[in-house]
């Protein structure tokens, strides 16, 4: 999650022609700069022709048969074909997973749960490479942030609940954790990897079993993780991996085997889902959409925040729940920063996802892209002042340009609705009250930033932000100890940290 | 000569109801006829409408962002005091609570002795609740990062039906120990004690619009609390077992956080009197939002 740009890693030449590139002289005119291509080695990578389901520790095609095709979103090809889950094999894995439940998994002392979920951190680790170029391949994220965050978080995550799982008793004192039993979890596209490890680490760690039904543009990345099950011998059906188009995703939700529901993905969702188990005792996480405020102060420090603010909008192509879209900016500074804003932008380099150089890969689908333009189309019409750098795009592939609205009003469709793209809206504000005042007018409250010098400044503004996470002097930070989730319409529960147990346990009296 | 108390007719109350710290009746002008266990008529409650509801949720989302800023410690102190004046008030809520639950006496004191002493135990929660459920998080870089819980907002309690008093203590303690300001639907057929309850916490120190005591039919109420787009929580204790399903899927479409009664318990025999299944933090934590902070370490 580092800044997009680090001095060490840019080969530079002066290019001749056309300014694709500038540094530091204003609005794009200075000096270009070109980078020779870095590409990643893609051969790490053996992709199968076919992917079936992972049900009860084994590979099996969909029942009848069907498939359907994920697609490399930097070129538009086809890359492999995936098993097309029916109401059937839904039913197959959750009673797998129930069977493992309560027979194996759900059997096994806590020190011995642990012990294999530090394997499949190791494993996770030892297969790295794989996993990012394969991430990258199949979602569009450059290879840098699945390299340098996306596995490596992943890992990490099944470490650090590795070690709660014979330590539950610490975590809910004068109480005894059991778990709920068989977890339905439903991932989104844009960090498939990392959220299946958020979703299935702190559940294992608990006794729980599950069904990840990861998203139908991002399969092989959850497919490729049931290969880690298979090596690290965890008991078939503890997990099992479904894919499919969304309405299978229902299927598992309202299965009447399933006791715990968790979802990542947009909020309109999100009601479907909570209407789903509405009337059950079934429990229940949701994680939203977001509109974050990053909120900008006079005595903030200038070059640090024009990192925070790039990091917190373009990293994932701004395909992130809890991006910083919305920049609050103080009326004094507007000015400077902007300018400042823009010939960062310049430097920004949008391209091939597997080129080690690239700071923003491919969008991650044809109707994500269709969504982003529709949208930065009704911030032109409703009058915001548009800015993008100067940069080529590829000629395939789904791609779109860092985009600036200046201008902008809080009633604009861009203040108000999650683009899930590399767009920020810029907002001014004079007073601290105003900057929380329009930070909290939305419907989300997933995260916020808030960049100043002053620390009783920052105290003041994170108790009254109404946001799961609040970044201060930085943006876009995660870790596996730290919890993460919103307020209001982004939802409810946590996952990480000691918290994000909570959601996988039913406590009992001692 | 006959004896004064001979003819001296009874000063009756009208059981209004509690909004923003006063006591309205219903704009609605209705009532219904509430009975004793017995079946002996008691006296006519409000019946209050969706209009009176939404002026409650009004009230409450403005007394939340006072009561929620007030120090930990002086919400304990200000809970602990309802407890004092519960205290004065043992005879009249024991005389309410066995002519509406059919209790005898010994046992209506009981339990009102036990909801004085609830309120006495979760109001201590108030400068705890943050060390037990708050954390500091050693994440894997340069960073503090600490966990702190927050009060949701606005919660909308349906109380429990059969436990008049103390059943609704033990729900509605709960959420206003870390900063919720609450909207109460009473038992529909037992509401003379949350309305009696409600004139103690007017004299107590719990400012107005915090806790607002709404008496009516829980078939007109329920879903426009439950839909309301600016309640945060819902507490479904209450909620007839017909009205489940709706109410819940009328939460879902705002993402509502939902404290439920498990399907298998069946409300009107559980034990509010028993300590070990009705104070518990998690009764608190189910109004709570955790707010994770990170700020860069360096010099």
Known sequence: MAAMVSSTDKRVVPAATNGVNSWGLGDGQAIPWEYAPAPEARDLVTLKERYGLFI?????????????????????????????????????????????????????????????LFRISRILQERSREFAVLESMDSGKPIKESRDVDVPLAASHFWYYAGWADKLDYAFPGRVARPLGVAAQIIPWNFPLLMLAWKIAPALAAGNTVVLKPASTTPLSALLFADVCV??????????????????????????LVDKVAFTGSTEIGRRIARGVAGTDKALTLELGGKAANIVFDDAPLDQAIEGIVNGIYFNQGEVCCAGSRLLVQESIAEPLIDKLKDRLATIRVGDPLDKNTDVGAINSKSQLDKITELVQSGIDEGADIYQPACDLPDRGYFFRPTLF????????????EIFGPVLSVLTFRTPEEAIEKANNTVY????????????????????????????????????????GGYKDSGFGREGGMHGLHAYVRLEDR | ?????????????????????????????????????????????????????????????????????????????????????MEGRRDQFAGEVALAEGLRDGRAREVVDRAIDRWVWYAGWADKISQV???????????????????????????????????????????????????????????????????????????????????????????????????????????????RLATEQAAADDIKRLSRRPTT?????????DDRAT???????????????WHPIGM
């Not at chain 1, 916020?448 to 930070?477: C, H, P, Q, Y």
């Not at chain 2, 104070?279 to 902070?293: C, G, H, N, S, Y």
């Open chain 1, 406 to 417: 200046t201008n902008v009003a809080q009633s604009h469709r861009i203040a108000r609705e």
């Open chain 2, 1 to 85: 000569m006959a004896a004064p108390t001979d003819t001296r007719i009874e000063v009756r109350k009208t059981y209004k109801l509690y909004i923003g710290g006063a006591f309205p009746r219903t704009e609605s002008g209705r009532s219904y006829l509430v009975s004793a266990a017995d079946g002996a008529p008691l006296a006519n409650a409000c019946r209050a409408s969706r209009k009176d509801l939404r002026e409650a949720v009004r009230a409450a989302r403005k007394a939340h962002v006072d009561w929620a800023a007030r120090t930990a410690m002086n919400r304990g102190q200000v809970l602990y005091r309802v407890a004092e004046l």
């Open chain 1, 231 to 256: 090596q690290a011998d965890l008991p078939p059906g503890t997990v099992n991996i479904v894919t499919g188009p969304g309405e299978i995703g229902m299927d598992l939700v309202t299965h009447k």
């Open chain 1, 56 to 116: 009860n520790g084994r590979s099996v095609a969909a029942t009848g048969g069907g498939t359907f095709t994920t697609v490399d979103p930097a070129t538009e090809q086809p890359l492999a074909r995936v098993a097309r889950a029916t109401t059937a094999d839904v039913d197959k894995a959750v009673r797998a997973a129930r069977r493992a439940q309560s027979r194996s998994w759900g059997q096994l002392p806590g020190k011995e749960r642990a012990k294999y």
């Open chain 1, 445 to 484: 409250g997933l995260s916020a930033g808030v960049w100043t010098d002053k620390g009783s400044r920052i105290l003041e503004m994170v108790s009254r932000l109404k946001a799961g996470v609040v970044w201060a002097n930085t943006f876009n930070r995660f870790d596996p100890t730290s919890p993460f």
């Open chain 2, 265 to 273: 318990v069946d409300e009107a025999r559980f034990d509010w009197l």
């Open chain 2, 133 to 243: 459920l708050g954390s500091a998080n050693p994440v894997a870089a340069p960073y503090f990062n600490f966990t702190i819980p927050e009060a949701t907002g606005v919660v909308g309690l349906v109380a429990p039906e059969t436990s008049s008093l103390l059943g609704l203590v033990s729900r509605l303690a709960p959420p206003l120990v870390s900063g919720n300001a609450v909207v109460l639907i009473a038992s529909e057929t037992r509401p003379l004690p949350a309305v009696t309850l409600s004139e103690v916490l007017a004299t107590s120190d719990v400012p107005g619009g915090v806790v607002n005591v709404l008496t009516g039919l829980k078939a007109e109420l329920v879903p426009v609390l439950a839909a309301h787009g600016d309640v945060d929580a819902l507490d479904t204790w209450g909620v007839p077992e017909a009205m």
């Open chain 2, 279 to 293: 104070e518990r933090p998690e009764w608190i934590a189910a109004f709570l939002e955790m707010k994770t902070v």
